[in-house]
């Protein structure tokens, strides 16, 4: 299993940022996918999961409404759509298959 997330960056308060997360190695459509995040000093904290489908997603309280999952299961690929970045966001981003990660990619906002 290998997934490999990108799309990370620095961004202002209010900004959006898109992640991606490409799988390889697995049934990808066959999956539920998650997103988690760490901050630094912060222990590793989920984010939402998308179905296998992508018919249902769940959200952590404190992104809902501003981040969005989806998925494209022609390309293997998980997305995580976020807007409306604040501070607090500011974390490596990791996406999850049962308990493979990626290496994560750094979001940073900051003006």
């Known amino acids: 299993v290998q997934l490999v997330e990108s799309g990370g960056g620095l961004v202002q308060p209010g900004g959006s940022l898109k992640l991606s997360c490409a799988a390889s190695?697995?049934?990808?459509?066959?999956?539920?996918m998650s997103w988690y995040r760490q901050a630094p000093g912060k222990v590793r904290e989920w984010v939402g999961t998308i179905s296998s489908l992508g018919d249902i997603t769940n959200y952590e309280d404190s992104v809902k409404g501003r981040f969005t999952i989806s998925r494209d299961n022609a390309k293997n690929t998980v997305y995580l759509q976020m807007t409306n970045l604040k501070p607090d966001d500011t974390a490596v981003y990791y996406c999850?298959?049962?308990?493979?990660w990626g290496q994560g990619t750094q979001v940073t906002v900051s003006s």
């Open positions: 999850n298959v049962i308990n493979y």
């Open positions: 190695g697995f049934t990808f459509s066959t999956w539920a």
